[in-house]
C-alpha cells in the first residue's frame, strides 16, 4: 500500500509509484487532501492500483469515478454507521478501525467491538484495524470474523519505510502504554484535520504509533512481517481445529 499523508501531493505520490517495478499495489488517500488537491486523486486513479483507500470524508464521488475505471475501494471507517454510510455509497471493502490504531482516527470504539459490531451490520468484506502489530492480535481478528488484518504501525518499523531511524528505534523501544491522542502537531503544521480525527502518537512525540506498538521489539523487512504475522496467526488459529 502507497500511503500519502496530510502533505501528500500528485508529484510526491508519482514518484513513489516509479519504485514498485510491476509489483501489485494499493493507494491510500485521505479525503479531505485530494479536496485541497485534486490533482492526487487524478493520479491514484491513472495508476489503476488493485486497491484504493480513501478515509476520513462524507463526500463519495470519489467512489464513483473509482469504479468508472474499474478499481475496487476501501475506507476506514470508526462506527457502524459510518460503515452503512460506506457500504451505500458503494465501498467495496469496509476498514473496521479500531481506537487503538495509530496515526489519525476517531477513537470511538475498541477494535474488536467495533469490528463485530460491523461485520454484523454489512454484506461487503470487512477488514480489522488498529493495534495488531503481533501473531496473536491477526488471529484474533480473523477468528472474529474479519476478512483480513489492516496493519501498520508494525510496518513503519520495517527496513523498507520511509521513517527515520530515530523514530523507527523508538517504535522497536516503545511499550504499549507509550502512546497517546493529539491534534498538536496538526494545529501546528497546519493541516486541515478535523478536531474529532485526533492522532495517535508516541508520547511527546510526532511519530504515530498505535497500541500494539509494545509487542514490535526487532527489526525486520516487510516481507518477514508479512510472514511472522500470517504464519503465526495460522499457527494459532490451527489450535482450535
Do not use: K
Not at 469504479?67 to 469496509?94: M, Y
Not at 474479519?146 to 531511524?165: D, I, S
Amino acid at each position: 500500500m502507497v500511503g500519502m499523508g496530510s502533505s501528500a501531493t500528485a508529484e510526491q505520490l508519482a514518484a513513489e509509484l516509479t519504485q514498485l517495478d510491476g509489483q501489485r499495489f494499493g493507494i491510500g488517500l485521505v479525503h479531505w487532501v485530494i479536496q485541497d488537491r485534486p490533482d492526487l486523486l487524478e493520479v491514484a486513479l491513472a495508476a489503476r492500483p488493485a486497491l484504493l483507500s480513501v478515509s476520513f470524508g462524507e463526500d463519495w464521488d470519489w467512489v464513483r469515478r473509482a469504479h468508472d475505471v474499474g478499481l475496487t475501494v476501501t475506507t476506514q471507517v470508526a462506527t457502524v454507521d459510518a460503515a452503512r454510510c460506506a457500504v451505500d455509497a458503494g465501498v467495496d471493502v469496509v476498514v473496521a478501525r479500531g481506537a487503538e490504531g495509530g496515526g489519525h482516527g476517531e477513537p470511538t470504539v475498541g477494535t474488536l467491538p467495533l469490528l463485530a459490531e460491523v461485520l454484523d451490520a454489512v454484506d461487503v468484506p470487512v477488514l480489522a484495524a488498529g493495534g495488531i502489530s503481533s501473531a496473536r492480535a491477526v488471529a484474533a481478528v480473523l477468528a472474529a470474523g474479519a476478512g483480513a488484518a489492516w496493519v501498520g504501525t508494525a510496518f513503519a518499523a520495517c527496513a523498507e519505510a520511509l521513517t527515520p531511524a530515530a523514530a523507527r528505534a523508538a517504535l522497536l523501544a516503545a511499550d504499549s502504554d507509550a502512546t497517546e491522542l493529539t491534534t498538536e502537531y496538526d494545529v501546528a503544521a497546519g493541516y486541515r484535520w478535523s478536531a474529532t480525527i485526533p492522532e495517535r502518537v508516541l508520547r511527546g512525540s510526532p511519530v504515530n504509533a498505535g497500541q500494539g506498538v509494545g509487542v514490535m521489539r526487532h527489526p525486520a523487512t516487510a516481507a518477514e512481517i508479512v510472514t511472522s504475522l500470517s504464519e503465526g496467526a495460522a499457527e494459532l488459529l490451527a489450535r482450535w481445529r
